[in-house]
């Protein structure tokens, strides 16, 4: 006796891409970064070490959070006097509704984005605010597709960085802190200019708020 077998129509459909906003909400939550898809390098002793993604990432892509203490201005100057010099470099400044506030990722905490570099010329990433229940988080996004092997990188703003000028102040074995850390400056991000450049930009998180149009 022949049995035939019973035809099947088989489907695969691709599971759906999960919103930036939401993948960021989920990493800011739990306080993780994405390991499988970013590796943390050395590169040479000017730069010393980087971000690199080790998996691909599409235009408007979350990509990591500048995780840190949310500090005042008046609390960042009080650690500025107080912190070693390589330390004082982790301190990210924003002005937020006229005033200065302060991510203060100094400690090594093993996290990604305070390890993220500079790139004036040819960012791929760009830096965002999140308020997540009140709570105000900086997260880097993809500004255009990233392949496997790219340095993770975003303008800091501001014109006087001294990497910019190519001055090496690195030795081959120094351990694998971010070029702004070493070279005592600090990424500034003026939330007006920033606004004006990204079309409003801004995200509020608590019953899924917007102000404006995102991705």
């Excluded at 943390?40 to 998996?55: M, P």
């Amino acid at each position: 006796m022949m049995i035939y077998p019973e035809q099947v129509a088989c489907s695969f459909e691709m599971p759906p891409r999960i919103s930036p906003l939401t993948d960021a909400c989920h990493h800011v939550g739990l306080k993780t970064d994405k390991t499988w898809k970013l590796e943390v390098k050395y590169i040479n002793a000017v730069k010393g070490c980087g971000v690199f993604a080790i998996g691909s990432f599409s235009k408007g892509d979350f990509i990591v959070e500048y995780r840190g203490d949310l500090i005042s201005d008046g609390e960042a100057q009080k650690r500025r006097r107080i912190y070693h010099p390589a330390c004082s470099g982790f301190l990210f400044a924003f002005k937020l509704r006229g005033k200065t506030w302060c991510i203060d990722a100094s400690r090594e905490d093993g996290s990604f984005g305070r390890l993220v570099n500079d790139d004036h010329r040819h960012p791929n990433c760009r830096m965002k605010r999140i308020d997540i229940a009140g709570s105000t988080h900086l997260c880097l996004f993809a500004l255009k597709d990233i392949k496997e092997g790219e340095e993770i990188a975003y303008n800091y703003g501001g014109e006087d960085y001294p990497w910019r000028k190519q001055m090496t102040t690195c030795e081959p074995d120094t351990p694998c802190v971010s070029s702004q850390s070493v070279l005592m400056s600090e990424p500034q991000w003026d939330e007006a200019a920033w606004l004006e450049d990204t079309g409003q930009q801004v995200i509020h998180v608590h019953h899924l708020i917007f102000t404006s149009s995102v991705f």
